[in-house]
């Protein structure tokens, strides 16, 4: 297993990872959303101001690679202007490759260059019930529950850690 910084080759992939996951975990209409955060990675370690996330003052992305199967998985993060904050930004595993391991490797890369780069930073982020249980087992909180957060189907949970 490969995790590396994301490239617009890798694209369709996260498209299609995207998709895999709809709609029980994302809700279709933010599928633009997700296209706007992919198209801003593309050509920089980081930048100023996401399209998706105005509160952003840098962003990174990320792709899990399995040699033998090619991208499987993808997330990043962003920091928050103002704040002490770092917050992991659409993070999915193919649906076919859930509960393999994939998920925890990809929050725990993110974690730690977290931790590394902004060590006295929270970790939020915005999730749904569908996963929560998965962030609270990686030593999350729940600090607030938004029904249909995301969508009419999707009650939106936000965590720290």
Request: proline fraction near 3%; aromatic fraction near 16%; include cysteine.
């Amino acid at each position: 297993m490969i995790l590396r910084k994301y490239t617009s080759k890798d694209k369709e992939k996260c498209i299609e990872i995207f998709q895999s996951n709809c709609p029980k975990f994302f809700d279709k209409s933010e599928l633009s959303l997700f296209i706007n955060w992919l198209d801003h990675q593309v050509g920089n370690d980081s930048k100023d101001q996401s399209p998706t996330y105005t509160n952003s003052e840098k962003d990174y992305y990320f792709v899990v690679e399995l040699p033998e199967t090619n991208i499987v998985g993808c997330g990043g993060f962003y920091i928050v202007k103002d704040k002490n904050e770092a917050r992991l930004a659409w993070g999915m595993i193919h649906s076919n490759f859930h509960k393999q391991g994939y998920g925890t490797a990809l929050y725990n890369y993110r974690k730690e260059i977290i931790k590394t780069e902004w060590p006295n930073y929270i970790m939020g982020l915005g999730t749904s019930q569908y996963t929560y249980l998965f962030y609270e087992k990686m030593g999350m909180t729940i600090t607030a529950i938004l029904k249909a957060g995301y969508g009419p189907d999707l009650d939106k949970y936000e965590m720290t850690q």
